[in-house]
């Protein structure tokens, strides 16, 4: 990590702008959204942990789940200057880390994290442009705001930019 990362935690959410770039470290069945205003210059990184407040326990987190973690994005970016019009989206993560001890044919938390997640770009017009999602691995991800680079770093693949 380099003085200008901000990490991102499990269930937390920000935004950065400048030299500045988002981290996230672990994501297994989680899912990373990152949205991003290319003229601007404006990211933001959210790292939910579940599909559905139905899911949660306490609800005074807006970073657990989609649907509360896409708008407050979209209002802290907006607050630092980015065009709702003008942002993408991006995600990674949603891997069914243990498929194998699963019944078959049961839906995986990672699976529902990125149907939920694509929901509520939906629901907040928001284009989802490109994702590295499911399988079986974990991942890191990268925003490098000042570009718009992301990159998602796995121990079995590698490097991938979006």
């Known amino acids: 990590m380099s003085p200008d990362d901000i990490l991102v935690r499990v269930a937390d959410l920000r935004i950065a702008t400048g030299d500045e770039t988002l981290v996230t470290i672990g994501l297994g069945s989680?899912?990373?959204?990152?949205?991003?205003?290319?003229v601007s210059r404006v990211g933001g990184l959210a790292h939910i942990m579940l599909p559905s407040p139905a899911l949660s326990r306490r609800d005074d987190n807006p970073a657990r789940v989609?649907?509360?973690?896409?708008p407050k994005l979209l209002e802290l970016m907006a607050a630092a200057g980015a065009s709702r019009r003008r942002v993408t989206a991006?995600?990674?993560?949603?891997?069914?880390?243990?498929?194998?001890?699963?019944?078959?044919?049961?839906?995986?938390?990672g699976e529902r994290n990125v149907v939920a997640t694509r929901q509520a770009l939906s629901a907040g017009g928001v284009p989802l442009v490109a994702q590295a999602v499911g399988g079986g691995y974990g991942r890191t991800v990268r925003l490098r705001v000042c570009d718009g680079r992301m990159e998602?770093?796995?121990v079995t693949h590698g490097v991938e930019v979006l």
């Open 30 to 38: 989680c899912v990373a959204i990152v949205l991003y205003d290319c």
């Open 66 to 70: 989609p649907q509360t973690a896409v």
């Open 90 to 109: 991006r995600l990674a993560g949603g891997a069914s880390m243990f498929a194998a001890l699963a019944a078959p044919g049961t839906i995986q938390m």
């Open 152 to 154: 998602v770093h796995s």
